[in-house]
């Protein structure tokens, strides 16, 4: 018999992906599934962008890569920091990754020993707890609710800290409530790490394009909070490259080198034309891609007016990403068809037996009180989904 090792053991399946795979099955039996799991942009990837993937190609762009990236990407990645998010980086303070969640596995290793806490407001995004606990730190989770738009205070944050406290995670814009801190929030949770010895906050900004609104504020822009603070991004959401695997930091110097020694040891540098394909990518004004955005918007709008009719459901109205994030607890306890709901996961999968209609757990992002839904499909599968959601509902008794 294998003995697979207690580190695997110990690890939760993405409940994200799990879904995602679950309405693979159930589609090649025949079943009409309409998927809303994954946070997956229903665009293609601009052609500016293919092109230079293209041209990457041509020019023989086909040998081993820097491990952190190319210099001239990362020079491109630097100018994109100044330019949208007022931020100075270095080329060198710059690693490109395959895909933002090894960026995050990378600064996690690179900073959290066995024992240390890692405080993560929820709802969070799915990685974030296991990622941590990959690397024997303590997850510390700050509870956050649907009244307080799924945003915690500095005062909670400071309520939270201990000596063994080492670092924050927290996505903004947020996966998977699609809440937004506005500068002022952000502003107070900054005063509190700006206060502390030995802590950092990983500034999860991968959405940050994504938003209906004043512009997203990076964290790092804070005062006291540069040298605390690394900015994680990448490509795949704003520009719909989630299978080019790019993602990138900002970083403190040492942490940057840090995580180029980590990242050496187990992938080396991110695939070549996909570098290639990114430096055109983050070069562009983000102008580019605001049809993209538009449409999210206006996906938002109809998801949450469909949503608000349904009684018993409760969502607050989200300002970036493209998720909504609904209270489903007053269906906790009832029936349909000889089958009892008790909690959000066995409301996902009741949606998905009755409804046809694959959601994630609140359960996977730290809240069991709501399920995830994401709108990055067209809007005739929002209305055909939300339509079979409503009736699936209206059968619980």
Not at 28 to 33: E, M, P, R, V
Not at 137 to 150: Q, R, Y
Request: proline share 4%; hydrophobic share 40%; with cysteine.
């Amino acid at each position: 018999m294998i003995q697979i090792s207690e580190r695997v053991n110990n690890l939760a399946e993405s409940e994200t992906l799990a879904m995602a795979s679950r309405s693979r099955e159930l589609i090649l039996q025949g079943k009409d599934i309409i998927s809303l799991s994954l946070g997956e942009p229903d665009f293609n990837t601009p052609d500016f962008i293919k092109e230079a993937a293209k041209q990457g190609i041509d020019d023989n762009f086909s040998k081993y890569m820097p491990v952190q990236g190319y210099l001239d990407l990362r020079e491109s990645i630097a100018g994109k920091f100044k330019r949208d998010n007022n931020l100075t980086y270095s080329a060198a303070q710059i690693v490109v990754s395959t895909g933002a969640k090894q960026s995050l596995i990378n600064v996690i290793l690179s900073l959290v020993n066995p024992g240390d806490e890692v405080i993560i407001p929820a709802p969070y995004w799915v990685s974030y707890i296991e990622q941590v606990r990959m690397a024997g730190g303590i997850p510390v989770v700050i509870k956050a609710s649907l009244e307080s738009d799924f945003k915690i205070t500095g005062a909670q944050l400071e309520a939270a800290l201990t000596p063994k406290s080492k670092l924050m995670i927290f996505s903004n814009p947020c996966n998977p409530t699609g809440s937004v801190y506005t500068e002022a929030e952000l502003a107070d949770l900054a005063r509190v790490v700006a206060k502390t010895d030995n802590f950092y906050v990983i500034a999860d900004e991968i959405y940050e394009h994504i938003v209906f609104g004043d512009k997203n504020k990076s964290f790092a822009t804070f005062p006291g909070v540069y040298d605390k603070t690394i900015t994680v991004n990448g490509v795949s959401k704003a520009f719909a490259m989630t299978g080019w695997r790019v993602g990138y930091i900002g970083a403190p110097l040492a942490i940057a080198n840090a995580c180029t020694k980590i990242q050496g040891q187990y992938t080396s540098g991110t695939g070549s034309i996909s570098q290639r394909a990114t430096k055109k990518a983050v070069e562009a004004d983000p102008s580019t891609i605001r049809f993209m955005v538009d449409a999210f918007e206006k996906r938002r709008d109809l998801v949450v007016g469909l949503l608000r009719e349904i009684d018993g459901l409760k969502t607050n109205l989200p300002t970036g990403a493209f998720y909504v994030f609904p209270d489903v607890s007053s269906f906790f306890g009832k029936s349909a068809n000889g089958r009892t709901v008790n909690n959000a996961t066995e409301l996902s999968m009741y949606l998905l037996d009755e409804a046809l209609v694959a959601l994630v757990s609140g359960e996977a992002f730290g809240d069991p009180n709501c399920i995830r839904l994401s709108y990055a499909t067209s809007e005739e599968q929002l209305r055909k989904a939300i339509a079979r959601i409503k009736t699936a509902l209206e059968l619980l008794k």
